[in-house]
């Protein structure tokens, strides 16, 4: 059977569609169309079924790229890579959320790169859930840190670690949410009015987040106050770490991971403006394609992330 055809197969069943998989191996669409149906002929089966916006595998078909997908990896490393000495320092492709990935996964894994002998090259780039998780299929990424667990058999997917959410604001923002008093006991005295009034308690406070859709907002609402914000964001600013700088600015409330802003808290630049029974957590998975974690250099990764994990939560 013909590696490239294989290839095709491959990447087509990752992209979903002729078009994409014809864009990532650098091919017209009718040339991908035609080696599809040149292996089809050759193994007598269908291999994809045809629908107006791609395709989608048969049976036949996912068995065909579980079996092939990791062997024809295997061989890209090697062709990457090379066989010489000089050659033998792999690349992992890293991708994840920006604020996570830089301020843990990438400390953690350079750990790594300067190791004699079991060292890597890394290459990281930013994405959310389904950008991270598409480019992961694709084969344009080794590792995905992503807030979302992958669906079928193609990826395979670890809980990596949860992260917790808070509430915070300025000291400001505590005094005078809190009945006028100094923001220790203003934060004291918002918990009790918390009690009472749940979210309507915290109207017309200026709301900063990292979308238009209040994704930590909404989430951290629906989870302590089984409600939803009443005002749309006041500050939308698309990175965490921006979303922390303008809470303690005095800009308003902002919903945090919790190691993001821990250290800010500890100096008092924001407080937290509540202590829920049972605070929001959201967990990260790390992501590989399925077989993949056969080559070292990405089980070395993930095993460094996972017992790195260990000292996050």
């Not at 009718?30 to 395709?55: D, H, K, M, N, Y």
């Not at 389904?130 to 992503?146: K, M, N, P, R, V």
């Not at 990596?160 to 008093?181: F, S, T, Y």
């Not at 403006?273 to 070292?296: E, I, K, S």
Request: glycine residues 8%.
């Amino acid at each position: 059977m013909d590696l490239a055809l294989l290839r095709t197969f491959v990447t087509v069943h990752r992209a979903g569609s002729f078009t994409r998989a014809a864009a990532l191996l650098g091919l017209s669409q009718p040339a991908v169309t035609s080696q599809i149906r040149t292996l089809e002929r050759q193994l007598g089966r269908p291999l994809f079924l045809r629908q107006a916006r791609g395709v989608t595998p048969t049976t036949i078909g996912d068995e065909l790229a579980h079996k092939a997908a990791p062997h024809l990896d295997a061989l890209v490393e090697i062709a990457e890579t090379g066989l010489d000495d000089e050659s033998s320092l792999r690349t992992l492709h890293l991708v994840g959320p920006p604020e996570f990935t830089s301020e843990r996964a990438l400390p953690a894994l350079t750990e790594l790169t300067g190791e004699d002998g079991q060292g890597f090259a890394l290459r990281a780039s930013y994405g959310n859930a389904e950008e991270a998780l598409e480019g992961l299929s694709a084969g344009h990424h080794d590792l995905a840190i992503t807030t979302a667990r992958p669906r079928g058999a193609l990826l395979t997917a670890t809980p990596l670690c949860d992260e917790e959410h808070v509430l915070v604001a300025a000291p400001r923002w505590a005094e005078l949410l809190g009945a006028g008093k100094t923001h220790r006991k203003g934060v004291r005295a918002l918990e009790s009015i918390l009690a009472a009034k749940g979210a309507h308690a915290l109207e017309g406070v200026p709301l900063i987040e990292v979308h238009e859709s209040l994704p930590f907002v909404s989430r951290y609402w629906a989870s302590v106050f089984d409600s939803r914000p009443g005002a749309p964001g006041t500050v939308i600013v698309p990175d965490l770490r921006a979303v922390l700088a303008c809470a303690a600015a005095g800009a308003g409330l902002a919903v945090l991971p919790r190691y993001l802003c821990a250290s800010a808290l500890r100096r008092g630049d924001v407080v937290a403006l509540h202590d829920p029974v049972v605070p929001p957590l959201r967990t990260y998975f790390l992501a590989v394609r399925t077989g993949t974690l056969a080559m070292p250099h990405i089980a070395r990764a993930h095993e460094w992330l996972l017992r790195a994990a260990d000292d996050w939560r």
